[in-house]
């Protein structure tokens, strides 16, 4: 296990071009140094081969991050790369509808529990905002409910540069990291009625939420004629083969999907029961590329190999071992660190509080990467490759990075009530 400063030459170089010729730096802003170990950190990686990538300057690591959880299946995936060589001659987009936009569409539907229609587009933010219109048509209302991150679109981020104030007025975003926040979405939706379209709902990563409360809201929906989506852009295809609604026992009206729907290809759909998905076909939603064949036949193919392989069987075992053993190691140290939240999405906590979590979130992706290991300050991902050999690399990783923190003083002066 590699102890010495990395040497990041070539990252340093390709971010100082990078800075004047891209708009924002990055495409996405989790890719940006600065939410990782700027400086003790890769900036740019170079290629991927199963669980394992490399950076520009020749450096490896055991990747967590999975193309912030896209990569499903790991790197260069033999599925992937097969339905995507195989299927290349045909062309990319035609001038009309292609055959694998049906197959694929009822490969979805037999995966997802309740749906009977789907409808793709390339990103989660487009599935969530199409949702929200049609919900807005159905129903007839025009308030939104958000609970968690639902994207970069207006109605999400109103309180953000660029976006008209109005915007806010109808948009409520609930927050849903403790259980005191649970009575407070059930009491807004009562209170807003017969004024709300929609409750989107991305689960939170910091803890496990009860059925009991996931019922409660699907029956408070039912009973105003609230439509209840589930944002399982993340969760899709990981807490099980079909989602959360099948992890907690609960169906929602629509559910949206992307990241690992296609193991990394763009791609992202909205799926849900015929007498609300065929409404999409009175209103303007319309989308180029979500026609685009190779993604669809990845899709199709990836979501085939979730079910021969049980994979969130694997990446649930092995983030179960993850966390805790990391969590035992942690408190026999006396350090703050735990992981949190869903098996194979393991959260990485040293504090509530998010400025104190950062203060050891830094260091500790520096440790971590200098022993190679390629994380998040906070949710990280367990793919269909990591292999128990990965996992045991890991918590030893995390062993040495803890004590070589604690030696150094930097859990001296915890403050996290």
């Known amino acids: ?46 290629k991927g081969e199963g669980a394992m990538v490399t950076d520009v300057d020749g450096n490896q690591y055991i990747d967590f991050i999975c193309g912030l959880a896209a990569n499903t299946l790991g790197h260069n995936h033999p599925v ?28 979805l539907v037999d995966v997802i529990p309740g749906a009977q229609m789907a409808r793709f587009f390339k990103t989660g933010a487009d599935a969530n905002s199409a949702a929200v219109r049609l919900a807005r048509h ?31 007025q109808l948009t409520h975003r609930m927050p849903l990291f403790t259980p005191a926040d649970e009575p ?14 929609v409750v989107l709902l991305s689960v939170p990563y910091n803890r496990v939420l009860e059925k009991a409360f996931l019922q409660q ?36 009206d629509l559910v949206t999907l992307s990241k690992g729907i296609a193991a990394g290809m763009p791609l992202s759909a909205v799926a849900g029961k015929s007498d609300i998905m065929s409404r999409i076909n009175e209103l303007q939603v319309s989308t180029t590329f979500g026609g685009e064949m190779l993604s669809l036949e990845v899709c199709d193919a990836v979501l085939k190999e979730y079910q021969r392989t049980e994979f969130t069987k ?14 035992q190691i942690s408190e026999q140290l006396g350090t703050p660190l735990r992981v949190v939240g869903y098996d194979p999405i393991p959260m990485f906590l040293f504090a509530k509080k998010p400025e104190e979590h950062v203060k050891f979130a830094i260091p500790f992706l520096a440790q971590m990467a200098k022993r190679g290991i390629l994380m998040r300050r906070e949710v990280n991902f367990i793919c269909g490759v990591h292999t128990q050999e990965h996992i045991n690399e890991t918590i030893a990783a ?4 803890l004590i070589e923190m604690k030696e150094a003083g930097l859990f001296d002066a915890q403050d996290d009530e």
């Open 80 to 107: 992937v790369v097969n339905a995507i060589t195989e299927n290349l001659s045909k062309g990319l987009i035609h001038s009309l509808p292609t055959p694998i936009e049906v197959q694929t569409a009822q490969t």
């Open 184 to 197: 407070k979405i059930i009491e807004k939706i009562a209170e807003r009625k017969d004024e709300l379209a």
């Open 398 to 401: 995390v062993k040495a990075s």
């Open 1 to 46: 296990m590699n102890n010495q400063p990395l040497s990041f030459t070539q990252s340093q170089q390709l971010q100082a071009q990078g800075e004047q010729v891209i708009a924002g730096f990055t495409q996405s802003m989790m890719k940006k140094p600065e939410q990782f170990s700027p400086g003790a950190f890769p900036v740019y990686l170079a």
């Open 314 to 327: 694997h990446i649930a075992k092995l983030g179960a071992i993850l966390k805790a053993e990391v969590n």
């Open 138 to 168: 159905v129903t007839g209302r025009d308030e939104i409910m958000t609970v968690g991150y639902n994207g970069w679109h207006d109605q999400y981020m109103f309180d953000t540069p660029g976006v008209p104030a109005v915007i806010a």
């Open 217 to 252: 809201l699907r029956e408070t929906c039912t009973e105003h004629g609230v439509i209840l989506v589930f944002d399982e852009v993340v969760t899709g295809f990981r807490l099980a083969p079909g989602g959360a609604q099948e992890f907690f026992g609960v169906t929602a």
